[in-house]
């Protein structure tokens, strides 16, 4: 917290800061996260990343999150609509001199079941399609270390890559071909 402290007071015209992984959970206040001069919104992880729902009552599986720091200056909505779906990521939109900007910061853990990750990937292309590609920063850890980003594509894969595993990064470089991203 610290080391991100210091940059953002190195570093003035730093406007939005984006993060995965935080680990925060509950016991962790937001007082313990403020920053002079930033706001911010956080999901912390309330689920069970195995769990073939997406239930919050289910026993938390600790790690992932995210979390955005915004300058106090801007104008910030949160995307409510992504934030209760998507798995440890959340949106927001900006305000700017060019119209609404929509900012997603996405984790991705490589252990997300099958529902979840359908449910990540169906609320990626939601944002997208509501706030238009171009209009939209995709932003993260999507942990789909087979894909190709500079093509597209998937890369090779080494034998002991599991099915299930390159079925979901197919999955997500399909979408973000489709969707222009």
Not at 34 to 56: A, L, P, V
Not at 62 to 69: L, Q
Not at 90 to 104: D, H, W
């Amino acid at each position: 917290m610290d080391e991100l402290k210091h940059c953002l007071s190195i570093y003035e015209n730093i406007e939005v800061v984006c993060i995965t992984e935080t680990h925060l959970n509950n016991t962790v206040l937001d007082a313990e996260l403020f920053i002079d001069g930033y706001k911010f919104f956080r999901k912390d992880r309330n689920f069970n990343i195995h769990s073939e729902e997406y239930d919050t009552n289910d026993k938390c599986s600790g790690g992932g999150g995210s979390i955005i720091y915004f300058k106090n200056t801007l104008h910030v909505n949160l995307v409510q609509s992504f934030y209760n779906k998507a798995p440890d990521s959340l949106a927001i939109e900006v305000e700017s001199s060019v119209g609404i900007i929509c900012i997603a910061c996405v984790y991705r853990s490589p252990n997300l079941s099958s529902l979840l990750n359908s449910a990540l990937l169906t609320c990626i292309k939601d944002i997208c399609n509501e706030y238009n590609p171009s209009e939209t920063l995709l932003i993260g850890d999507f942990n789909l270390p087979n894909v190709s980003w500079e093509t597209g594509s998937l890369k090779s894969c080494k034998s002991d890559t599991h099915d299930f595993s390159l079925l979901q990064q197919f999955e997500f470089i399909d979408a973000f071909n489709q969707l222009g991203l």
